[in-house]
């Protein structure tokens, strides 16, 4: 944002909180004001890294030696039982290591995976884990019903949640009732989808926005990233 000649600043907050244009001007009279945006780029107000962080479980995978593309030998020490993120600005070789060195190793190891990952010396801790899971933006199932939550597991967890608020047991609501594929509460229309299958002859079935929800009874959309490359890996045990 300091680097630009000009700049737009719109909310002040999110969603309803927002909508309007706070300032409009070079990013000196932005400094001088006294805009969020302003408080965040001159300190006078920041977001604290957590005090308190996961230990994990003591455990590491470790790659050693990665060279493929630009990667300088590179090592990794992955702790286990806490949430990795891999970071870095375009072309750093994120992607390298992670998707082309690192997740073709444990496929094969797991799953018999062929692909043959780009060259490193050597992994250690590959005991540690049972399954890696890759993924990405192209849809699990052939249809916009499974989702990388419904593959997971996770929205077992959300439906449970759901059933427990207060409005849920009021009205007598189990966690099932929170599924997009039992009828009652959803969207008939798209049956909970948010996309509605529209058959053609001799072509592909296509799937459009429903005209009753607009695609907003689903998970799916948010879930389903539609970004250039995501991919993430999920380590078990
Ligand atoms: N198949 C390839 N052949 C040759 N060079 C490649 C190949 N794929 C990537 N590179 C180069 O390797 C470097 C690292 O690329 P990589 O895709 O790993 O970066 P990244 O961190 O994932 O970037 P992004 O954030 O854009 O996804 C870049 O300089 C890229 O041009
Ligand atoms: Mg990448």
Redesign the pocket.
């Known amino acids: 944002m300091e680097e630009a000649d000009f700049l737009v600043d719109i909310g002040p907050k999110a969603g309803i909180h927002g909508g309007a244009i706070v300032q409009a001007c070079s990013v000196k009279e932005v400094l001088a004001g006294d805009s969020i945006t302003a408080k965040y780029l001159n300190g006078k107000l920041k977001i604290e890294i957590p005090s308190i962080r996961r230990k994990g479980n003591g455990k590491f995978l470790e790659l050693k030696g990665a060279t493929g593309?630009?990667l300088k030998n590179t090592d990794l020490k992955i702790p286990l039982g806490v949430f990795t993120c891999i970071t870095?600005?375009?072309?750093?070789?994120?992607?390298?290591?992670i998707n082309h060195t690192l997740y073709p190793i444990l496929n094969a190891h797991f799953f018999n995976g062929v692909k043959k990952p780009l060259p490193y010396k050597s992994i250690k801790g590959l005991e540690h884990l049972d399954k890696v899971i890759e993924i990405d933006q192209s849809p699990i199932g052939r249809t916009p019903r499974s989702n990388p939550a419904t593959y997971t597991g996770i929205f077992s967890e959300i439906r449970e949640l759901y059933a427990i608020t207060n409005e849920a047991k009021i009205r007598g609501y189990k966690a099932g009732r929170f599924s997009f594929n039992v009828s009652g509460r959803r969207c008939e229309t798209c049956k909970g989808g948010g996309l509605r299958v529209m058959e053609r002859n001799f072509l592909p079935d296509v799937y459009v926005e429903g005209e009753t929800c607009q695609g907003k009874d689903t998970t799916v959309k948010r879930l389903r990233s539609d970004t250039k490359?995501k991919t993430s890996m999920i380590f078990w045990k």
């Open positions: 593309n630009n870095g600005v375009s072309g750093s070789g994120k992607s390298s290591l490359e």
